[in-house]
């Protein structure tokens, strides 16, 4: 079990908190990945690292709440970082899957450690809400 918390966000154009890293468990209770809650702007997300081993990963973005009722983004991109190991920020594009879900999968998270995850989710040309949080990658 991996528990994460912080008392913000270091970054001028980003406001939020980070709440939890929790695992997540498949049927067989298995351990399948880790999911971390967010908030910025008053919006919620859950982001999430499927199976959050090296190698190749989903990385899925679930915009939930009252706070997305009748808005679709423009653009949702996850930009993946290991300061710990040098590798700076590898931005990738998501896919929407389902309204609201995004969804990036491949093989960027080679690394083990404790990956950074921004989470770029553009509004307009002009806004954009950034969500970061932390994922322990084995």
């Known amino acids: 079990f991996f528990f994460q918390a912080e008392d913000g966000i270091r970054d001028k154009l980003v406001t939020g908190v980070q709440t939890c890293a929790l695992p997540i468990y498949d049927q067989t209770g298995t351990d399948a990945g880790v999911a971390v809650g967010a908030v910025a702007d008053g919006k919620s997300a859950l982001i999430g690292v499927t ?8 990385v899925t973005v679930a915009l939930r709440g009252t706070g997305w009722t009748g808005i679709t983004p423009q653009t949702v991109n ?31 998270l080679s690394v083990a450690g404790a990956w950074t995850i921004r989470i ?9 809400i950034a969500y970061v949080v932390s994922i322990p990658v084995q």
Do not use: H, Q
């Open 51 to 58: 199976p959050a081993r090296t190698g190749r990963n989903t």
């Open 78 to 108: 996850a930009s993946l970082a290991n300061p710990a190991a040098g590798i700076e920020s590898i931005v990738r594009p998501l896919t929407a899957v389902s309204p609201g879900i995004y969804e990036y999968g491949g093989p960027e």
């Open 120 to 128: 770029d989710v553009d509004l307009s040309e002009f806004e954009r």
